[in-house]
């Protein structure tokens, strides 16, 4: 059974940062691309940031310079760390797996993040 955790939402000021951190369970992270993504109330969910297997990553364009993921594939482990955080950026942050050679896709349940003006 594959599971997604995520950590490391709250409540910060502008300009403050987060580090999001996703636990995954089951046998496959180490195939898998991993990814963040948001969704706040009222709009589509939206990718943030993405990691391959063997570390390529794309950055949404609004979050570069800013925002880094990474990856451990011996804990099983994929980070967000958020900088300069903006109140537009106040969303459900969820953890994302895409196994190679699959045509499923897993969560996790979410972690929200909030930016206060």
């Known amino acids: 059974q594959v599971r997604l955790v995520e950590s490391g939402g709250g409540l910060v000021q502008t300009g403050g940062s987060l580090k999001l951190a996703c636990a995954a ?42 925002f880094t993921i990474s990856r451990d594939n011996v804990k099983n482990l994929v980070y967000l760390q958020m900088n300069s955080l903006k109140p537009e950026e106040t969303a459900v942050y969820y953890c ?7 045509r499923y896709e897993y969560w996790g349940q979410g972690t929200q993040v909030t930016v206060s003006s």
């Not at 691309?33 to 950055?59: C, F, H």
């Open 25 to 66: 369970s089951g046998s496959i992270f180490r195939s898998s691309t991993m990814g963040w993504y948001r969704q706040a109330p009222g709009k589509q969910r939206e990718l943030v940031a993405e990691i391959t297997r063997g570390g390529s990553i794309n950055y949404a364009d609004s979050v570069k310079g800013r």
């Open 96 to 102: 994302n797996a895409r196994p190679s050679q699959s």
